[in-house]
C-alpha cells in the first residue's frame, strides 16, 4: 500500500513539474536571452528517474 501511495505522489509531482516548466518557457525564453539558465529541467529528471525507480 505504502509503494501504490509513493508511486501516486511521484506521479502527481511530475506531472505538476512538467506543467509548470511549460508555463515557465517564455520566462526561460526571456531568461536565457539575458544568459541566465533556469534549472527546471532538473527538478523534472529528478522526479522522473524517482517515478521510475518506484515502479
Excluded at 501516486?8 to 531568461?31: D, E, G, H, K, N
Excluded at 527546471?40 to 528517474?49: G, K, N, S, T
Amino acid at each position: 500500500m505504502h509503494t501504490r501511495i509513493t508511486h501516486a505522489i511521484l506521479f502527481a509531482l511530475y506531472q505538476t513539474s512538467v506543467a509548470a516548466s511549460i508555463m515557465l518557457l517564455p520566462l526561460a525564453v526571456l531568461t536565457r536571452q539575458a544568459g541566465v539558465t533556469l534549472p527546471a529541467h532538473r527538478i523534472v529528471q529528478r522526479l522522473e528517474r524517482a517515478y521510475d525507480a518506484t515502479a
